[in-house]
Every structure is written in structure tokens, then in C-alpha cells.
T-cell receptor, first 113, second 115 residues
Framework: GENVEQHPSTLSVQEGDSAVIKCTYS??????FPWYKQELGKRPQLIID?????GEKKDQRIAVTLNKTAKHFSLHITETQPEDSAVYFCAASGLDAGNMLTFGGGTRLMVKP | EAQVTQNPRYLITVTGKKLTVTCSQN?????MSWYRQDPGLGLRQIYY???????DKGDVPEGYKVSRKEKRNFPLILESPSPNQTSLYFC??????????????FGPGTRLTVT
């Protein structure tokens, strides 16, 4: 089955700096890669996703890049703000795999004011 | 309001006492899943269902059962809970769109402690 590894497990940045979280996956058939944000005590929520026919996708201060050859994808957050502090999860799935999402272990991002 | 609900939100029980965590969604989603969240391990899928009467094992199904008799409900059953099932549980639902993606809508979570 799919295996997703996520690094780093914790990341501390100064407000205004950029943050990058990286994930690798093992199944070359995976073609859907979402990112979820989980604030303390709350449920995970989708913040951005990318499909394998696209190399990069951007939504305001967040962007995701995908390298299918190397089987890794990354989340980039620019101009970080204290409200970006949360745990971020990457995940991978085949679009034909129905509801089978495999998540990474999570990254705790702390943005210091 | 579109939502996924879970009950109970908190539960402390003893080893071997059967329990059920309910999950319900009002978005008419075909797909539903159960995850457990443990520190450092992220979210691991327990079971998922692609439609009524269709369920499949996820990555960590041992010790759990599910049923999908109605589209809106997907209960998680622990027939004989053990301490290693102490965890935070999330139910999620989604709907396939042409060409994807399948955004997962998560419930508020159920914190289960088995002593």
C-alpha cells in the first residue's frame, strides 16, 4: 500500500518568514495530494490540493509543488502569520482509489510573533 | 448547515465493554471514513465506505467494525475495546466529483479512553 512520510515533524519560524513542509510517497499510482490544517482542538480542514497533471498550484499565501518523478510534494507558506500556527498533514491517494487517503505524520508549525 | 456529527465527543470506558461511536452527515455524500489520530502517527484510516452496504478495510482495521445501512450514517463499533484503542477518532465524508478531488469533511472528533 501507499506510505507517506512528512518532514519536519516540528517547524518554528518568525512571523513574516516562509515555511516549507515536505512529503514523499511510495505508490507511483497516487495522483491526488491534499494538504490539511488542524488547529489545536479542532478538526482537520482542507487548505489546498494538487493533482498529478499539475506541477504547482497557488492560493494566496500558500502553494503546493509536486514532483512526480521524485515522488515528493511540498507545501509552501509565505509571509507567515501567528494564525498559521497549527498541525499540517499531507496525504496521497489515487483518484481511482475511492476514499483511500494515506496521511503523513504531521508537522507542527509554530509562528512566533 | 452542512456538517458531519459524531457522538459521543468524549468517552471513558473499561476494557472489554462494547461501545459504538455514531457518525452522521447531512451532505448526501457517498463516501465515509473513520480515522484514528495518535501523536506522531498522523491520521490512519480504519475503515471506509463508498456507498450503502459497501465497506472496506483501511490501514488499521483490527479491533473495529463498521456498518453502512443508510447513506447518512456510518457507526464505528468496538466489540471488545482494549487500552491500545485509546485515541482521538474522526469520522469524515466526501463525494466524488468528475475527475476528483475528494475533499474530506471531518467530524469534530471523539476522544476515547480505554482503561
Amino acid at each position: 500500500g501507499e506510505n507517506v512520510e512528512q518532514h519536519p515533524s516540528t517547524l518554528s519560524v518568525q512571523e513574516g518568514d516562509s515555511a516549507v513542509i515536505k512529503c514523499t510517497y511510495s505508490d507511483s499510482a497516487s495522483n491526488y495530494f491534499p494538504w490539511y490544517k488542524q488547529e489545536l482542538g479542532k478538526r482537520p480542514q482542507l487548505i489546498i490540493d494538487i493533482r498529478s497533471n499539475v506541477g504547482e498550484k497557488k492560493d494566496q499565501r500558500i502553494a503546493v509543488t509536486l514532483n512526480k518523478t521524485a515522488k515528493h510534494f511540498s507545501l509552501h507558506i509565505t509571509e507567515t502569520q501567528p494564525e498559521d500556527s497549527a498541525v499540517y498533514f499531507c496525504a496521497a491517494s489515487g483518484l481511482d482509489a475511492g476514499n483511500m487517503l494515506t496521511f503523513g505524520g504531521g508537522t507542527r508549525l509554530m509562528v512566533k510573533p | 448547515e452542512a456538517q458531519v456529527t459524531q457522538n459521543p465527543r468524549y468517552l471513558i470506558t473499561v476494557t472489554g465493554k462494547k461501545l459504538t461511536v455514531t457518525c452522521s452527515q447531512n451532505m448526501n455524500h457517498e463516501y465515509m471514513s473513520w480515522y484514528r489520530q495518535d501523536p506522531g502517527l498522523g491520521l490512519r484510516q480504519i475503515y471506509y465506505s463508498m456507498n450503502v452496504e459497501v465497506t472496506d478495510k483501511g490501514d488499521v482495521p483490527e479491533g473495529y467494525k463498521v456498518s453502512r445501512k443508510e447513506k447518512r450514517n456510518f457507526p464505528l463499533i468496538l466489540e471488545s475495546p482494549s487500552p491500545n484503542q485509546t485515541s482521538l477518532y474522526f469520522c469524515a465524508s466526501s463525494s466524488p466529483e468528475a475527475g476528483g478531488p475528494y475533499e474530506q469533511y471531518f467530524g469534530p472528533g471523539t476522544r476515547l479512553t480505554v482503561t
